[in-house]
């Protein structure tokens, strides 16, 4: 099966030639960038997923002018959203743009997650995609968990380009034998089912948030020129809908998508491999968490 058709510049100009197409982008204040209540926007957002307040008022999850998703953090207040849905099994994905400049102690979210908020206190399944703040945004570090009955496997990751200078896709492949990471359609990191002590099962729901960590981060957070801003747009989800918490068999999935049908190309598998030599940052051992 081919990969979804997305704008994706791996497979379309040399690698080398793009970076640099990327790095010479404008970036645009993530401090500055208008946005309108959800109220009163009709959205393909909305029927998908919902803003969670948290008692913070809706100025911390807004859609913008330009269509996307704009997340705010500031000190204890934080913007977030949940899925409407479960899913078992599918793709993920979601295009995102980080602040630029400074952004120490801030960790925008893109992750699938069961159960409700308890967060790292209970035996729950979660694969995340997490970016941890940094000098500047080429310092910025892609965070990679994966979760499951009371385990943890994390893998970090330098990015290859300025995550603030443009829209990436970062996407999630959750199949009945493997989770692969993508960064626009690059896999940059693949859990097999075979090589672990345990593997996702519970049905997930997709969250997107970001937050604070300064209380441990050695980056403090800076609020002096008022929130940071996050966005997120162009939600792909193909994937097998739960209802009530019922496992369906996804060949009986409407759109006929079944995950395990997912081949790389061989361009991807050399990508992937040129990700895993050069940009890995950290890898850590299976660790228990509860």
Not at 260 to 285: A, D, E, I, T
Request: aromatic share 16%; proline share 7%; charged share 20%.
């Amino acid at each position: 099966m081919a990969f979804p058709r997305y704008k994706t510049w791996a497979a379309c100009v040399p690698l080398v030639a793009l970076l640099l197409v990327l790095a010479s982008l404008p970036a645009t204040s993530a401090r500055s960038r208008k946005s309108i209540p959800l109220s009163r926007q009709s959205s393909p957002f909305l029927k998908n997923f919902r803003c969670d307040s948290f008692a913070n008022g809706s100025e911390f999850c807004q859609l913008g002018q330009d269509g996307a998703l704009n997340l705010r953090a500031y000190y204890s207040k934080m913007g977030s959203f949940t899925s409407r849905n479960f899913y078992k099994y599918g793709m993920f994905s979601v295009r995102m743009k980080f602040p630029p400049g400074y952004s120490g102690g801030i960790i925008p979210c893109m992750y699938l997650i069961s159960g409700g908020n308890k967060g790292f206190k209970d035996v729950h399944d979660e694969i995340d995609f997490e970016f941890l703040g940094g000098q500047n945004p080429r310092e910025m570090i892609i965070h990679t968990n994966l979760i499951t009955n009371g385990y943890n496997k994390l893998e970090q990751f330098k990015f290859p380009f300025d995550p603030s200078a443009a829209y990436h896709r970062y996407s999630i492949l959750w199949s009945p034998s493997a989770v692969t990471w993508f960064v626009d359609s690059i896999p940059i990191r693949i859990a097999y089912r075979r090589n672990g002590p345990a593997f996702p099962s519970k049905p997930l729901r997709i969250r997107g948030s970001i937050w604070d960590s300064s209380e441990w981060s050695a980056l403090k957070s800076n609020f002096n020129n008022g929130p940071i801003t996050v966005s997120f747009k162009n939600f792909n989800i193909q994937g097998c809908r739960v209802s009530s918490r019922r496992i369906p068999s996804c060949a009986t999935y409407k759109a006929g998508w079944q995950p395990w049908m997912y081949r790389m190309s061989g361009l991807q598998k050399k990508l992937y491999v040129w990700f895993q030599k050069y940009h890995v940052y950290k890898k850590y051992s299976w660790e228990k968490t509860v």
